[in-house]
């Protein structure tokens, strides 16, 4: 029938919400969100234990399936069944022949709920299945926002509590905790609660919102590249109070000199550091492009690799040798403290 996106399908579901339904994508959040409202737009509370079936796909066979849904609502003009992460992209040649007749033959009163709320699937089977939903009801992909559109969600969540964010808050706060939209909207909620006035400031946000690993490295990395090296192993020695798993911090090092090298060689091609959102998954963290370019401002393009080689060779002696992972770690930032001087 067709794919969906956010808006077509609030319009469906608007109209009518019965139908065959996959959904997937990266925001687990908007996953939740619009399945719960398939189930609450085709199900009365009041009946609920008839009418409202829900499979752990894992565990479930599909005749069990086209079963619940061929049975005849009970008090009620529509049903729901809801099956979550049913290993689609492991399915056989009769098992999709079973697909095709669960999807073709499902009811008109029946909304068909296929959820990918944990599960990630992939592969050539995969996009044969999506093809069937394609065919026999809809799919709707529901991946990362933007930065921008993050933005202004929290902008408007703002707004419904009586509070604005000042110019750059919200662009900030996504900064300090990460594109997740659902510990972006617990954020919202905690510093409108905590803000004084009608305004919610950068200070706000530092005074109550837990920074994300990520944050705190490029922290600490913005003080190596401005030749802060006190400070930034100030905050390495913080991430050991802090009981952070040593290959997390490492893995973010890693990814933060991988930003500023995509960023520099960019730049270094004739574009922008954004322009490498256009080859790289960056949706909803846009924002470490511009950041990587600014760490990196000071930095050759020649460091930057050097830079690279030694986390390389970090990673490797955490995960081959007996070395003490905080001694590896602490070394690393010498080398690139150095490799930052040229």
Not at 176 to 182: A, R
Not at 252 to 264: E, N, V
Request: charged share 30%.
């Amino acid at each position: 029938m067709a794919a969906l996106n956010e808006a077509s399908l609030k319009e469906k579901l608007r109209d009518d919400p019965v139908g065959v339904y996959l959904i997937y994508g990266e925001e687990s959040y908007l996953k939740k969100i619009y399945t719960d409202r398939i189930v609450k737009k085709t199900v009365d509370d009041t009946f609920a234990d008839f009418n409202f079936h829900v499979f752990d796909g894992k565990e479930t066979m599909l005749n069990e399936i086209y079963e619940s849904a061929a049975a005849v609502p009970m008090m009620a003009e529509t049903k729901c069944v809801l099956v979550k992460d049913m290993p689609l992209d492991s399915l056989d040649d009769s098992g999709f022949e079973q697909l095709k007749t669960v999807l073709e033959e499902n009811p008109e009163d029946c909304a068909l709920v296929f959820a990918m709320l944990t599960y990630e699937p992939k592969g050539a089977k995969w996009n044969k299945a999506v093809k069937l939903f394609d065919k026999y009801g809809f799919t709707v992909k529901l991946d990362k926002k933007t930065s921008g559109d993050l933005a202004k969600m929290l902008e408007s969540g703002a707004k419904k509590r009586g509070k604005q964010f000042e110019r750059g808050a919200a662009a900030y706060l996504i900064t300090c905790v990460g594109s997740d939209l659902n510990t972006l909207l617990n954020e919202t909620e905690k510093v409108c609660a905590y803000a004084e006035g009608s305004e919610i400031t950068r200070s706000d946000i530092d005074a109550v919102c837990v920074k994300s690993l990520d944050a705190k490295v490029f922290d600490m990395i913005r003080d190596l590249t401005a030749g802060r090296f006190d400070s930034a192993f100030t905050k390495l020695s913080v991430l050991f109070e802090q009981r952070e798993d040593e290959f997390q911090i490492l893995g973010a090092l890693i990814a933060s000199y991988s930003d500023i090298y995509r960023a520099k060689a960019a730049v270094k091609a004739g574009g922008r550091a954004e322009d490498v959102a256009k080859y790289y998954s960056y949706a909803g963290r846009e924002f470490r492009l511009t950041n990587a370019a600014r760490n990196g401002a000071k930095l050759s393009f020649e460091s930057v690799g050097d830079c690279i080689e030694i986390l390389a060779a970090a990673d490797t002696a955490m995960k081959s040798t007996a070395a003490d992972k905080r001694l590896v770690l602490e070394q690393t930032l010498v080398k690139l403290a150095r490799a930052g001087r040229g």
